[in-house]
């Protein structure tokens, strides 16, 4: 083994935090949600509303990438991003998604899947308009996921942004926007020790019921 290269086989933590039973459960995945998600804001986690989003382009090539969660409903999930990025265009031809919340100094995850749709217009205006100047500078001035030639023209991008709206009201792009992930099936994941971890996951069933089931580690 290279002097330089980590040990990687010998990294290992034990989970032994917690355990999670069917008796912990909230009535649906969005109550249980909340209600994990306000005890990692209360552990300090960093950004515990960051999430992997993962996505298919029509060729089945599958990404994936970290955003925020700026919303949730019992109707789902919801994020903000730019309709023509990679993400945006996987979604056009593939609305299947998986979301990971990875909350990892508690020894938690929580899994996602489901289908995205575009939020309403009315929704990502409201959105657009609680974000920072700069931001919304931003959204105008970046061609998410496109090449660009260099850092000076992205800055130049968001300089001739800051020159077109001067003092006045940053308009919500157009090609920008929110979607909402309403998920078939939500999983929790609780480390344990041995690596015999719990994993319950709610499952939408067709008569709209949630069911509970016990995933193997």
Known sequence: MDPDTPDLASLRAEYQLAGLEEADLAPDPYAMFRGWFEGA???????????VLSSVSVD????????LLKGLTDLGF???????????RDLADNPAVALLFGWYPLQRQIRVEGDAAQVTREETESYFATRPRDSQLGAWASPQSDEVGSRADLDAAYAAAVERFGDGPILCPPHWG?????????????????????RLRYRHSPDTQWLVERLAP
């Open 178 to 198: 929110g979607y909402r992930v309403l998920p078939s099936s939500v999983e929790f994941w609780q480390g344990r020790p041995g690596r015999l971890h719990d």
């Open 78 to 88: 919801v994020f903000f991003t730019n309709y023509e990025s990679r993400k945006g």
């Open 60 to 67: 089945g090539q599958p990404s994936s990438r970290t955003v």
């Open 41 to 51: 804001r209360a552990a300090g986690v960093l950004e515990p509303n960051a999430m």
